[in-house]
């Protein structure tokens, strides 16, 4: 649910985030127990709180969450990734050795696993990481989506956060301008404040249960949900969306 620091600008990368994917499903619903998820919220709440942020969530008393897009590939292990380079992508944009040249230099070289992994929050699908200006958010919802189908409730839930931590943070006050660090703020904010607390709720019952009962849930460890680290966390949606199995 929270977001991270980003490096690669939205201009590096190509297309809009839909790419060919062979058709190599694993988990089904054979595999899903059935979570009752809360009904999120119709609407978003109002602003938060002003603070010496320089972007603070905005008022999103009229969000409705939309139909999500869908997830980058149609299954899970696609393939489109080897575990070297997801590793190699979180060491050169994300991790605490990252430039931005080694940033750039890894997305013009692994064209097919970044424009998989790494999709603007405008493009019409999604992947692992979501990028809002150079930070991003973790989608959880569509890992969720393609390796534990039965419960596209909780899936539903976690993207329909994200979809409020988005409005929240590109047409709050100060956010039009604001850079990555600002931006990684307000997401983060927006989770816990009035904003979009609301949709927060459903999220977390799905990722209670999950953490609760791991065997009976493949996303649990797949999306990275009982992971401990951000690091993990992230590596483990992107093997499960763009990845080969583990």
Avoid: R
């Avoid at 060919?20 to 119709?42: F, K, R, W």
């Avoid at 989770?191 to 979009?196: I, K």
Wanted: glycine share 10%; with cysteine; hydrophobic share 40%.
């Amino acid at each position: 649910m929270s977001g991270c620091s980003l490096l690669v600008g939205l201009s590096d990368l190509g297309g809009d985030g839909g790419v060919d994917a062979a058709d190599e499903s694993q988990p089904s619903d054979a595999a899903c127990a059935l979570i009752d998820a809360p009904a999120p919220p119709v609407h978003g709440g109002g602003a938060c709180s002003l603070d010496a942020s320089s972007c603070s969530p905005g008022n999103e008393s009229a969000f409705s969450a939309g139909a999500p897009p869908p997830p980058v590939s149609a299954t899970p292990y696609p393939g489109l990734c080897t575990s070297q380079q997801i590793g190699s992508l979180y060491q050169s944009c994300i991790g605490s050795s990252a430039t931005t040249s080694a940033c750039n230099s890894f997305v013009a070289s692994n064209g097919a696993c970044s424009n998989c992994v790494l999709t603007a929050a405008t493009a019409s699908k999604w992947g692992p990481l979501v990028l809002v200006n150079d930070s991003f958010l973790i989608n959880i919802g569509e890992c969720i989506a393609l390796v534990e189908p039965c419960n596209a409730a909780c899936a539903a839930a976690y993207v329909d956060l994200n979809e409020c931590q988005i409005a929240a943070c590109t047409t709050g006050p100060g956010c039009d301008d604001a850079g990555a660090p600002a931006i990684l703020a307000c997401t983060n904010e927006a989770v816990t404040c009035t904003s979009c607390s609301g949709f927060a709720g459903a999220a977390a019952a799905c990722e209670s249960a999950m953490k609760a009962d791991p065997a009976d849930h493949p996303a649990a460890t797949a999306c990275g949900i009982t992971a401990t680290t951000s690091s993990a966390t992230i590596q483990a949606i992107a093997t499960a969306m763009c990845g080969s199995p583990p």
